[in-house]
């Protein structure tokens, strides 16, 4: 007879475009449980093509949080999320032993399994002073302006990374203090069980699955999507491979095919930088896409007692 061990979140972590949705599903039906999104882009509910929101049909066939949730005028960060997604868990387990949270936001993820220390908080007027600098000068200034003023950030940071850039910067300007210093400290003690899958492709076969996405997104009308949110396009929200690239040839500053390739390049390179923040955690245990019985039967093991 298996055993329930207390409440337990399995986690399905990876680059984009490398199927965590698609195993996200399966495992939510195998536990017969819900899945909540741990992607920092699908939980705006004006942006739909551009970032690989599950499909309606994904949608009914399991129930999904932080998917379309909040607005593109929302403040979205991690300790956002955090709260979200704790209050969602709680919910889950009053019917559920297991619920199962997928997505490729690091940062996010760390938060829900670790908490985030308190940032104080920040001065509006400088968040919109530093985003309307970005958008008039572009990722360089932004990252002279952290290279300045907050050189520890600079050193450790992600410094391909704008939201991450301008989240340290308006923090710097805010406080006066790194905002490094407010992540230091114990990780939180959770009351559940956490369980981490990994999904990893060979990388010519993930960069294939990228650029084909890229394709696809276009195809079924990204372009219009952008044209639509133009008006919103300072928004730190739209701050985002897919949507900058195309507000760049909406401006006449580059070509159509051009951005497209930009929008491929910039994606491949995220997931790089996600592969690199998820393989520092050593408790993740990594499979193929493709090794779905065995990963179910790794989830089952972690869940359950026999």
């Avoid at 410094?159 to 905002?179: C, D, F, W, Y």
Wanted: hydrophobic share 40%.
């Amino acid at each position: 007879m298996a055993i329930s061990l207390n409440k337990t979140v399995v986690i399905i972590v990876g680059p984009t475009a490398v199927g965590k949705t698609a195993i996200a599903i399966e495992l939510a039906k195998h536990f017969n449980t819900d899945i909540i999104s741990a992607d920092s882009r699908q939980c705006f509910k004006e942006l739909k093509i551009g970032v690989a929101r599950p499909s309606e049909k994904e949608l009914k066939e399991v129930k999904h949080y932080f998917i379309a949730s909040h607005s593109i005028h929302d403040e979205m960060n991690a300790a956002v999320f955090e709260k979200f997604a704790l209050k969602i868990i709680d919910e889950i387990f009053i019917t559920h032993d297991i619920a199962v949270m997928a997505g490729g936001t690091g940062l996010y993820i760390k938060a829900f399994c670790e908490g985030l220390h308190d940032i104080p908080n920040v001065d509006p007027e400088i968040r919109k002073k530093i985003i309307s600098s970005y958008s008039r000068n572009g990722l360089e200034w932004l990252q002279n302006e952290v290279k300045e003023k907050d050189s520890e950030f600079y050193q450790k940071g992600e410094m391909k990374n704008p939201q991450r850039l301008m989240r340290a910067l308006v923090v710097k300007e805010s406080t006066g203090n790194s905002i490094l210093s407010y992540r230091k400290g114990e990780s939180v003690k959770r009351d559940f069980n956490i369980v981490k899958i990994g999904l990893a492709l060979p990388k010519d076969e993930l960069h294939r699955n990228i650029n084909s996405r890229v394709d696809t997104m276009m195809n079924n009308g990204l372009l219009d999507e952008v044209k639509s949110l133009i008006s919103f396009k300072n928004l730190n929200a739209l701050h985002t491979v897919g949507y900058s690239e195309l507000f760049e040839y909406l401006d006449h500053r580059i070509s159509l095919d051009e951005a497209i390739e930009r929008i491929k390049k910039n994606t491949r390179q995220y997931a790089k930088r996600q592969l690199t923040w998820f393989r520092k955690d050593k408790t993740i245990q990594w499979f193929s896409p493709k090794q779905k019985e065995m990963l179910e039967s790794y989830a089952e093991k972690k869940c359950f007692l026999k």
